[in-house]
């Protein structure tokens, strides 16, 4: 299930989830940077609208181990805005370096087109061909058990650095913190690089 966060601003720990009626202790913090050929670059806080989704194993004697997930961080809130990041991975087995690209366990593209900043030359969409993942923290809980269908505090912390063809790299930090609801996966190979 996809859990979208729309912030202005971090949410504070404590704050009340008005559907849910209970603490969702969310938080997010993002920054975007887009390098050019040219020498320019532009960034933005990615917290503006945030997007996640994840994929669990669950096991009766371990906490939650996420397997892949989908994250989204935009400029900005208004419709027709285009300027983003996805990243997509799977293979997830933990904390640790993932290669990026096609063939590997995660996908990275970005737009630039409405992105402030932006020399009119560069503003368009890419893939990145090649670069790294390195997930600090990924993680669904500390308790074990079968969670599916409920809400998780789900956390990513870490960076990318990507680069396309069109010599565009993209450098993405990110710390998020989402309630997310447990969708249970089977276990994957581990696409982990170090």
Known sequence: MTFVLLLTACAEKGEEDEEEGEDTDQRCASLVEYQFPDGTAASFDGCNDVLADATFEFDPDDPPEIRG?????????????????????????????????STQSTQVEFGTLDCR????????????????????????????????GQRLRTQFVGSIEVDTTSGVRAIVEFDLAVYIKGEDSEESDCLRTD
């Open 69 to 101: 997930f989908k994250l989204q961080f935009a400029q900005e809130t208004s419709p027709g805005d285009d300027c983003w990041v996805v990243v997509t991975s799977r293979g997830i087995c933990g904390p640790g370096y993932y290669d990026v690209g």
């Open 117 to 148: 900043g932006v020399p009119d030359a560069f503003e368009s969409t890419y893939v990145a061909t090649e670069g790294v993942l390195f997930l600090q923290e990924v993680s669904g809980g500390s308790l074990p058990g079968n969670f599916t």
